[in-house]
């Protein structure tokens, strides 16, 4: 549990993709937000794209719900209109508004060429949209993580032609 100083409590749920039992693992999710009183579901993800690192990374999503709808839209979050595969965790999001929860989800769009347990500029992304949301306050130390993460990808590139050719391509496309 997470009380921000400007907004309500949050619940914090690591969820892990389950490899059995797909249709439990969601419903014990539901039944645990509708225990707790949950007015909105937001969940957080990411994924790999053709993003530069040298731009601010893009945050994808939707919301479910007029007051998430207006958030998102405050957010700047472009939509997605993605129709293909999802997964189990994302059930969820396709669930709660049945509950009479509201649902958004933001995806962070991280540079494919770096690829880490932890991506501290992904995670640094997703806390800047919980501080708008709810006005999380957001640690120094993630700051200066991503900051370094930020400096070691740029010394990478400068000894890897055909990479900084690839981030250059990104750029434009972009």
Same mark, same amino acid.
């Given at each position: 549990?997470? !009380? ?7 619940? #914090?749920?690591? $969820?892990?993709?389950? %490899? ?24 957080? =993800?990411? $994924? ?6 040298? +731009? ?7 919301? /479910?719900?007029? =007051? ?11 939509? !997605? ?13 396709? &669930? ?7 649902? $958004?989800? *933001? @995806? #962070? %769009? ?5 690829? $880490?347990?932890?991506? &501290?500029?992904?995670?640094? +992304?997703?806390?800047? /949209? ?7 306050? @957001? ?17 990478? !590139? ?8 690839? @981030?250059?391509? *990104?750029?434009?496309?972009?």
């Amino acid at each position: 549990l997470v !009380t921000p100083p400007a907004g309500p409590d949050l619940v #914090v749920i690591k $969820m892990l993709e389950p %490899h059995m039992q797909a249709e439990s693992f969601v419903d014990s999710v539901l039944m645990l937000l509708e225990l707790l009183g949950v007015e909105r579901y937001v969940w957080l =993800g990411s $994924m790999y794209d053709s993003v530069p690192h040298t +731009r601010p990374l893009i945050v994808s999503g939707g919301a /479910v719900g007029l =007051g998430a709808e207006e958030a998102i839209r405050q957010l700047g979050v472009l939509p !997605t209109d993605y129709q293909g595969p999802t997964t189990i965790t994302f059930q969820v999001i396709q &669930q709660v508004p049945l509950k009479g929860t509201e649902a $958004m989800w *933001c @995806i #962070v %769009h991280l540079p494919r060429y770096v690829q $880490m347990q932890e991506d &501290q500029v992904g995670k640094l +992304r997703l806390l800047e /949209v919980l501080h708008r949301l709810y006005g999380l306050e @957001i640690d120094e130390s993630d700051v200066e993580r991503a900051r370094e993460q930020n400096d070691r990808v740029e010394r990478a !590139t400068q000894d890897n032609p055909e990479l900084a050719a690839f @981030i250059a391509e *990104c750029k434009q496309g972009s």
